[in-house]
């Protein structure tokens, strides 16, 4: 695995999760009813809903990269999952912020937003990755956090708590 290699499929990778997040939104209400597409496109308005399109693609992606390049394993997962993280984190503050000072969810700032947050996680995961850094250890943490954030999409999706992120109050 080349340095090159690896940054092109980063760079593809934010464009094909933000063509293929779109298109997911896209999808008309019909082609929505099963449980199974429920985990992966909204079913309400809310930002919760926004971050969820995109976490389906990013995954697949991510797949996707493991499969075609590579790279080591217990590296590319660890740093997979904290960019994962980091990407949720952005939009969950970014999206506060907008949203406090816009009162209203607009396409255009979040898919900026999104876009954004979408290319920092991926600059991130580049950098950890041809870095030196030794993250066998975290390796068994990051198998954790993942599982541990399949369960709370499932559950944020079906079970939504009464919190603002996950309910349009407006």
Known sequence: MSKKHFFLSEVFGVIFIATLGIFLKCLPNELTNSEVMQLIVPIRISVWEEIKVFIGPYCFWCMLQLLAIRPPKRKFIATKVFSLYFFICFILVSFEISNNLNKEMCFLPDFSLIFLSLLLSQLISYRIIVSR?????????????LVLFCCLCVLFTFFPPRLEVFYDFS
Not at 133 to 145: A, N, R
């Open 133 to 145: 850094l030794f993250l066998d250890p975290f390796f068994f943490i990051s198998c954790i956090c």
